[in-house]
Each structure stands twice: as C-alpha cells, then as structure tokens.
C-alpha cells in the first residue's frame, strides 16, 4: 500500500544520534509514512541501530560502497513511494506533530510544492532561525542565503520524479540550496512559522567539516541568480555580497558605503527586470543594510543622508527610536 509520505534519511557512520533521530519520526502523530533510510556504507552500527527498530514502517536500503550524500539522496528520491517526501538528517529531531502540520497545510495550500518550518538548535538556549514564511520572501533571501532547514523540508513528490528536480551532484556540500533556488522559479514554496524540528549542533556534520567548500559552492549560487537578474557584479561587489550573505560584517566607513552602493544597484536592477516582487525584494535588502547599520561601531555626518532618505533603508522596518540612535551617532559619533 503507497504511504503518504515518505520521510527520506541518508545515513553515513551516523550512530550517535541515529536511535534519537529514527525514533522521533516513529513517534509523529501522523502514522501514514515510511521511513526510508539509505545507509551510505557505514562502517559503525548504524545499519545495527536500524533493525533494531521493530516496525514494519522502516525500509533500509544499503549501497554497495560509500557514494556520498548527494547520490545517496537522488537513489531515495527514486525509491520514494510516498505522495509527498518529507527529508530527515541522522542526527536531528522532528517534533511529533511536524508531519502532521506539514501534510495539513500541503493539502489546504495546493500551489505550495516545498514547505519548511522553523528549526530550534538543540541546546545553547535553543536559538530559533528566523526563516521567512512566504513565497516572494523566500525568493529573495535565496539571493542572498538557503532559507530552509533541510531536515525540516517536505516536498510534492510528483515535483522530484522529474531528474530535472533531483540534486545536482556537482554541489556536494550545498545540494539542498541549489535544489531549492531551482525549485522557486516552478513552485511556491513556504515555511509554517513554527518551530518542529531540533537542529543538532556538532563537529561531525557536513557544513563542519566542509565548510570552506560549502561556502565556494552556495556562493556559486548567489553569482548564478545575480547574472539571472541581470546584474554585472566586479570582484569588490561580489565580496560585499558574500559578506553580506554570510554576515561577516565591517563595521568601518567604506564597507557601509559599498554595501549601500552595491544594494541599491541590487534595487535598481530588479525595478527594471521585474524579476523579484516588491517589496519583498526591497524589504530583503533593507534587512541586509540594517545588519549593516547595527554592526557599524562609529557613525558619521556621511551616514545621515542614507539613513534619512536611501530607499534601501526605507523597507527597513526600523522604529523611531532606532532611527534617531542612528542620525544621533551620525551627527555627533563623527
């Protein structure tokens, strides 16, 4: 009989938190699923803490040799019996009512072909990512960042039968972000502002380990939407924009300026394509100038016109109080 949703786990020596994992989704309230664990060649117990879940609802499927994730992930989808496949990390936590919300809303919002949800770190206070929810909101952060948890994503099947939409393996480390800005330009995509899953902070995860190539690759991505805009981007202004993305901020005169410049290239590219919607677009880049402006230690009278009058800082959201911190910084921090 086909599930209605095939939650889909690609494990690789993952056996310190695989019992938590698995037994998290045995444990959602909605029972109409199959696990379906890909085991990448491990060479600890994983394959060991699998079967020792005795439920008819698990499918483990072991490749030969180890292949990598993102091989790993594309043989699942192809395996995948279910309407909709909900993806699930090794070492993360899916709260018990995750595949129920995520199902209900899927089947009230029929356009929507990817749907996240918040994420919660697990420990240090539990820091809540504060993704956005809606679809043109999304669209624009993508520009700039990946806006989805990963382990939180469940997607229309019928969207990834298609090797058009299934992982490109020359993205390794940031399959997931590739997928999804290709996914935003055929489907609507959402995250339910609610946090149902536990994100797991460690050494051993990928974006850890890989974390230089990781960040070579996603900022591949960001230069492939910005020359779909179309923008010219120079090698300073791709610096900024990745700095900007990865919010390793300056907070010194010229770094503020070129930011500036460079998002209000950004605005003035996007009214004549007409590629994002506004103000989504405009609200991306204020919050991107606001992260600016909070991480700048001195201010000076050159930073007053843009607080008062820059339309990139217009979208910002920022209340009275902050505004008047900032011109008062400007006027007298000189």
């Known amino acids: 009989m086909q599930p209605k949703v095939t939650v889909l786990m690609a494990v690789y020596n993952g056996e310190q938190y695989l019992k938590e994992a698995v037994g998290s989704i045995l444990a959602q309230t909605f029972p109409d699923f199959e696990l379906l664990v890909i085991d990448d060649g491990s060479t600890d117990h994983s394959p060991a803490v699998i079967t020792s879940f005795h439920d008819s609802r698990i499918r483990l499927v072991k490749n030969e040799k180890n292949i990598g994730l993102t091989k790993s992930l594309n043989r699942g989808l192809g395996l995948s019996r279910g309407e909709y496949i909900a993806r699930m990390d090794a070492d993360e936590i899916s709260m018990p009512s995750r595949l129920a919300k995520q199902v209900s809303f899927l ?8 749907c996240g949800t918040l994420i919660r770190t697990k420990g240090d206070g539990g820091y809540v990512w504060p993704f956005p929810l809606e679809h043109e909101e999304i669209r624009a952060r993508l520009l700039f960042e990946n806006c989805f948890a990963h382990s939180s994503v469940m997607i229309r099947c019928s969207l990834v039968r298609d090797d058009k939409f299934s992982y490109n393996e020359k993205f390794s480390c940031a399959q997931d972000y590739e997928l999804w800005v ?11 502002g609610e946090c149902l899953l536990r994100h797991r902070i460690h050494d051993a995860r990928i974006s850890h380990q890989n974390k230089g190539a990781q960040e070579n690759l996603a900022n591949n991505i960001r230069m492939q939407q910005l020359a779909e805009l179309p923008v010219s981007v120079d090698n300073d202004e791709g610096v900024i924009h990745h700095k900007l993305a ?3 901020i300056e907070s010194n005169r010229l770094f503020f300026l070129h930011s500036h410049a460079w998002l209000t290239k950004l605005q003035y590219a996007n009214s004549r394509a007409g590629m994002y919607s506004e103000p989504s677009f405009s609200k991306e880049l204020a919050y991107r100038m606001n992260n600016v402006l909070t991480r700048m230690s001195r201010l000076g009278w050159w930073a007053a016109k843009i607080i008062l009058f820059s339309p990139v800082v217009r979208y910002a959201g920022l209340p009275v109080s902050k505004r008047m911190e900032y011109l008062y910084r400007s006027f007298f921090y000189l």
Not at 107 to 114: L, M, T
Request: charged share 25%.
């Open 182 to 192: 290709r996914l935003s330009r055929h489907t609507v995509m959402a995250n339910i």
């Open 107 to 114: 089947e009230e919002n029929q356009r929507v072909g990817v």
């Open 246 to 248: 990865m919010r390793t």
